[in-house]
């Protein structure tokens, strides 16, 4: 398995879970829209600017994404950790934000309250009919 | 929405997220099982006693549990904050234990590697419909 083969499976899965530490030190878990973008180790997420997973990677930037895929036969699940960064500038809203997403901010592209979520990935653990592989993202091969 | 409602929605659904946090102070998550037992606010789920998750819980046992349900009208996700107990006494793996089980540990029930977690819930975040409920689970009732 090439990283390549990591970020191909998740650009095909609908739903991602995104993980913060919050301000007593536990971690939260929520889902997400599938990612908007993956640019080589950053994986791009919109979101509310007021939501407190914002105010919780603002506080504390260490982050986890998961992505799994249950088929017939056999279940995938692939955890990535990093780094989650705020992004309020125009350009970067500009870059993620569709049409489609005024439904959920009504003042468009430059609503105060739409902001995008950069993840940037440096770790992962790649689960397969109970095998797991792990991967140094920093590095161009994989890494077992 | 009250907190037996919550635990309904819990029973149902076939996959769990939990989240740890790592030694370096990173969240992680994956998908397990759905729980063998949920007696209160304290949800049982079967693992391997030599896996990672095992090891950050009895480092730290700060721990969040997600369950989700996509229909085909909405979304529902439920994010629980509690702490983790590694349980490794024979009573409850006795009574966690069922007969299938035998595939992951050979040595059965008594099998060093087949451990208990325990998850105590203290508070909870419903989200339905672009709405969010919180619940203090240490209360009766529940606590908007």
């Known amino acids: 398995m090439k990283k390549e083969q990591l970020y191909k499976f998740v650009s095909k899965q609908k739903i991602a879970f995104i993980s913060s530490v919050d301000e007593q030190g536990y971690p939260v878990t929520r889902a997400m829209l599938s990612p908007r973008k993956i640019d080589g180790n950053d994986i791009y997420f919109s979101t509310n600017t007021s939501s407190k997973k914002v105010t919780q990677y603002l506080n504390n930037d260490k982050a986890c994404v998961y992505f799994y895929r249950r088929g017939v036969f056999r279940y995938r699940g692939l955890t990535i950790k990093g780094t989650m960064t705020v992004c309020m500038d125009q350009p970067t809203k500009n870059d993620i934000w569709r049409p489609g997403d005024k439904i959920f901010y009504k003042k468009g592209v430059t609503d105060p309250?739409?902001?995008?979520?950069?993840?940037?990935?440096?770790?992962?653990?790649?689960?397969?009919?109970?095998?797991?592989?792990?991967?140094?993202?920093?590095?161009?091969e994989e890494n077992r």
């Not at 902001?115 to 161009?140: I, P, S």
């Open 113 to 140: 309250d739409y902001c995008v979520l950069k993840f940037t990935g440096t770790e992962a653990e790649y689960y397969c009919d109970f095998k797991v592989e792990t991967f140094d993202l920093n590095k161009q």
